[in-house]
Nanobody
Framework: QVQLVDSGGGSVQAGGTLTLSCTAS????????MAWFRQAPGKEREAVAR???????RYADSVKGRFTISKDNAKNTLYLQMIDLSPEDTAMYYC?????????????????WGQGTQVTVSS
């Protein structure tokens, strides 16, 4: 049984830094496609970043240069380092994992989801 546990969210001021973690069990992060999504109140869930089995990354334009997605294979954990946060980054953040070859920003690709961790950025 696959389980993804998100953590690391919190409340910070604009310009602050947070690092989110997603620890997987029953799923090998080194060989899979994984991503971070976020959903703000009243908005649709959107992809933030994804990393494939080769380590190739892709970012949403809104977070390029500020967010970094990475994996620690030894810890079987996915990370999202976020710097220079703004109030527009306030959302519930979810990690996601796919058991398929396809790896992109479409949420239908991902069949496993974490429970979410809240990020709140104040101005």
């Amino acid at each position: 049984q696959v389980q993804l546990v998100d953590s690391g969210g919190g409340s910070v001021q604009a310009g602050g830094t947070l690092t989110l973690s997603c620890t997987a069990s029953g799923y090998t992060v080194s060989t899979g496609c994984m991503a971070w999504f976020r959903q703000a109140p009243g908005k649709e869930r959107e992809a933030v970043a994804r990393i494939n089995s080769y380590g190739t990354t892709r970012y949403a334009d809104s977070v390029k240069g500020r967010f970094t997605i990475s994996k620690d294979n030894a810890k079987n954990t996915l990370y999202l380092q976020m710097i220079d946060l703004s109030p527009e980054d306030t959302a519930m953040y979810y990690c996601a994992a796919s058991s398929w070859v396809r790896c992109d920003f479409n949420p239908v690709v991902y069949n496993y989801w974490g429970q979410g961790t809240q990020v709140t950025v104040s101005s």
